[in-house]
């Protein structure tokens, strides 16, 4: 992830994974973080990946968390590579001391879960998935809560 060589290497390996996984009737999609966000030779690397490998065989499964932390705007994301994107992981976070971050429940944190949320809806994303990985509450209950709203959030 280093050196457009290893940029190429990459596009050449997801282009072959997507190959790979069409031929069993599957689809291969990145999940992202926000390294990909990072200026990368005059690019970044997540638009240098997605400028660069077969729209037909490499999808993308967003992280809105990610795409915020790394200081992009996910709904314009969505936009922009709206016919490769297979999901949207729909993932709240909350900063809990300077530069620091953690998720929360849905609509607990930073991120515009209802602007994201209409993006993919309206640039025809099928999947909208909820990914916490870290809880103030019980879990039981985040996950109820998160269910709870992304209901509201798809249908106010």
Request: net charge negative; aromatic share 10%.
């Amino acid at each position: 992830r280093q050196t457009p060589e290893d940029a190429a290497e990459l596009v050449r390996l997801f282009n072959e994974l997507g190959t790979k996984c069409a031929a069993e009737g599957m689809k291969f999609a990145y999940h992202n973080h926000a390294f990909e966000f990072e200026p990368f030779h005059g690019t970044t690397l997540f638009d240098y990946l997605f400028e660069n490998t077969d729209p037909e065989r490499v999808g993308i499964e967003l992280d809105c968390y990610w795409v915020e932390l790394g200081k992009r705007d996910a709904k314009a994301i969505i936009e922009k590579y709206k016919e490769r994107i297979v999901s949207v992981h729909m993932k709240d976070g909350k900063e809990v001391e300077p530069g620091k971050f953690k998720n929360t429940v849905l609509g607990d944190g930073f991120v515009d879960m209802k602007g994201i949320a209409a993006a993919a809806q309206s640039n025809g994303v099928r999947w909208l998935t909820v990914e916490q990985e870290q809880f103030d509450r019980d879990i039981a209950e985040s996950i109820q809560l998160n269910v709870n709203r992304l209901r509201k959030i798809r249908n106010p």
